[in-house]
């Protein structure tokens, strides 16, 4: 079998190319330490009303200025619909789903992340300025999404 000089050369070219980009990742791996997450957390979606602390939801002081908010998503609520905190606390939102993937937002926080049935999604944010923060389902859920929303009262 013959394979023409060009086609030889750019057979080459695509396998250096393949080869250094797999040579970046893995050094990013080892020397970066850039790993999966480990301490991912799950949960039964069928028994979240079950299973603590997402059988009460709601927020918690774990130490000054630090609190932990458990939230649970669901159509086409957030339970519970409003807590209320200090200004100047840290909070760590923990949040999963008992029926499908949602959204939780609070815009112009940064809080933003994916709610997954079966999965407790993690953000934290430090809330320094009082005010009500609206707190949205950014992923379209069902016909009702556009209800679907909490809200954040920093006193």
């Not at 057979?11 to 980009?21: I, N």
Request: aromatic share 12%.
């Amino acid at each position: 079998m013959h394979i023409h000089k060009y086609e030889r050369i750019w057979l080459v070219a695509g396998l250096a190319m393949l080869a250094f980009f797999i040579a970046v990742i893995a050094t990013g791996a080892v020397v970066d330490g850039f790993v999966p997450p480990s301490r991912v957390q799950t949960i039964d979606p069928t028994k979240v009303a079950q299973t603590p602390p997402f059988d009460h939801p709601g927020l918690r002081k774990v130490a000054d200025g630090a609190y932990e908010a458990y939230y649970v998503a669901q159509i086409f609520s957030f339970n519970p619909a409003t807590i209320s905190i200090p200004v100047g606390s840290r909070v760590t939102f923990y949040v999963t789903s008992s029926d499908v993937e949602h959204g939780f937002s609070i815009p112009e926080t940064g809080v933003n992340t994916m709610v997954t049935p079966g999965w407790v999604s993690s953000v934290s944010h430090t809330f320094n300025k009082p005010g009500t923060f609206l707190l949205i389902c950014n992923e379209y859920c069902g016909a009702g999404h556009q209800l679907m929303a909490s809200k954040v009262e920093v006193k």
